[in-house]
Each structure stands twice: as C-alpha cells, then as structure tokens.
C-alpha cells in the first residue's frame, strides 16, 4: 500500500486562508470519505466551515478549480474518483483530469490539493477514501498538501 514515508503535515495553521473544496459526485460513498477527510483536515487547521462546490463528475473538477482560483481563493482541493472499466473512457478522463489541474495550478500559481483517486476497482477507492475500513485517507492528505504548498508559497514570496 502506497503512504509509506508521506510527510506528517499535522499543526497546519489556514485560519485566515480562503480555500474552497471542489468534489465530484459519482461514487458516493468514497466521495462522502474524501470530502470527510478533507474538511475534518480543514477543520483541525481553523477553518470551520470550507466553502464545497459539488461537480457531475471528475472531468469538471478543472474548469470550476480554476474559476475559484480566478475569484480569490487562496488554494483549492479538488476531489473526485475515476474507476476503471471496459473502456478507455477511464485513461482519457484521469489523463484530462489530472493535466486539468495541473495546468490550473501552474497558470493561476494557487495550489491544488489533488485528490484525485485514479483507481482500477472500487475495492481500491474505498482503502483510500478515508473511511473507517481504510488504510489511507486521500482528501486528508490532498488538504495538507494544499495549505502546506501555499504556506511555502507565502513563505518564498516574503523573502
């Protein structure tokens, strides 16, 4: 199981940080950890309530990070699920997806937490979703990095 050797991000301080969550909506049940996981990694972190924007699927997450880069915020998590089939359906929408934030992230210089779960069975997506049975906790981690990047970020501008 990947995780081995991640970074302890715990004692973040994003009180006064403006961050939004931009989720999917298939999968409901990995959809629900991730988007646990990430605003209860928020919370610890000082903000309450995070603004959640809900999109049809994880082809969108982009567009939408994007546009709460454009109106001010100081980082984005994105979070979605994309589960193998019969199809090649599932190479072309991680593949857009992922070079979507990625390119969102380097236009706009506002980190995007990638939580993005690319996986080949649901089995796989729900040992990372963060639920109780899982091994991994994957919207957890996708907030950390974002507010750890951004304070980087901060830190590198001020000197």
Known sequence: MSGA???DLSGLDASRLRISVVAASWHDQVMDGLLAGATSALGEMGIAEPEVVRV???FELPVVARQLARLGRDAVIAL????RGGTPHFEYVSAATTDGLSRVALDTGVPIGFGLLTCDDEQQALDRAGLPDSSEDKGREA???????????????DH
């Open 56 to 58: 049809p699927g994880s």
């Open 143 to 157: 907030a950390e990095a974002a507010v750890a990047t951004l304070l980087t970020l901060r830190g590198l501008r």
């Open 80 to 83: 979605g699920v994309v589960i």
């Open 5 to 7: 050797g991640a970074p």
